[in-house]
């Protein structure tokens, strides 16, 4: 097991701002990270895979970078919908402890 | 349609042991590595395990907390993946789902261990 550290931990934000969530590994993982979106209620979304790569039917406004141990997820223009709590994770492996996007 | 659907949750006791399925369709599940993800009340995600296709060896590797006490296996021939949890603590309480550990992920069967 890897861990995974996603800082912050929340953030409040209005809608229209920029964003960027952090993630680092403990060790290099390549590219193999993978970013989700969670609501309560409903199953994980994943917005990134392979480190930068959008998923099928993710708005354009959610891009990742990174490699090795060092990963960003931003969201260049925080929409409504946008307000969850999204997670790191290593591909098969650990997540990250979450980062609540919540309304300022 | 490619999805996947969850069963085997419900109340058991301390101690006590829970097999989960995973019905997989619509995809290539022989070719899949496949993970089981919990969620438990007022925390995160937390990854449970997962297991190799059989043509990268088949194995399962778990995480720390349920190491010794959960196994994960697959019958290809039934497209299912199982998730037997033996030794069941209260903590173990959560959201369980199965994932390619990308866009697939089923609806989640609940698990609640109380006595």
């Known amino acids: 097991d890897i861990p995974m550290t996603q800082s912050p931990s929340s953030l409040s934000a209005s809608v229209g701002d920029r964003i960027t969530i952090t993630c680092r590994a403990s060790?290099?993982?390549?590219?193999?990270l993978n970013w989700y979106q969670h609501k309560p209620g409903e199953a994980p979304q994943l917005l990134i895979y392979?480190?930068?790569s959008l998923a099928r039917g993710v708005p354009s406004r959610f891009s990742g970078s990174g490699s090795g141990t060092d990963f960003t997820l931003t969201i260049s223009s925080l929409q409504p919908e946008d307000f969850a709590t999204y997670y790191c994770?290593?591909?098969?492996?650990?997540f990250g402890q979450g980062t609540k996007v919540e309304i300022k | 349609e490619v999805q996947l659907v969850e069963s085997g949750g419900g109340l058991v006791k301390p101690g006590g042991s829970l097999r989960l399925s995973c019905a997989a369709s619509?995809?290539?599940?022989?070719?899949?590595?496949m993970s089981w993800v919990r969620q438990t009340p007022g925390k995160g995600l937390e990854w449970v395990g997962r297991?190799?296709?059989?043509?990268?060896?088949?194995?399962?590797d778990y995480g720390a907390p349920v190491k010794g006490r959960f196994t994960i296996s697959r019958d290809d021939s039934r497209n299912t993946l199982y998730l037997q949890m033996n030794s069941l603590k209260t903590e173990d309480t959560a959201v369980y789902y199965c994932?390619?550990?990308?866009?697939?992920w089923g609806q989640g069967t609940l698990v609640t261990v109380s006595s």
């Open positions: 994932t390619d550990g990308l866009q697939l």
């Open positions: 297991i190799k296709s059989k043509s990268d060896g088949g194995t399962p």
């Open positions: 392979a480190a930068s």
């Open positions: 619509g995809f290539s599940f022989s070719n899949a590595w």
């Open positions: 060790r290099s993982i390549g590219t193999y």
């Open positions: 994770q290593e591909t098969h492996d650990m």
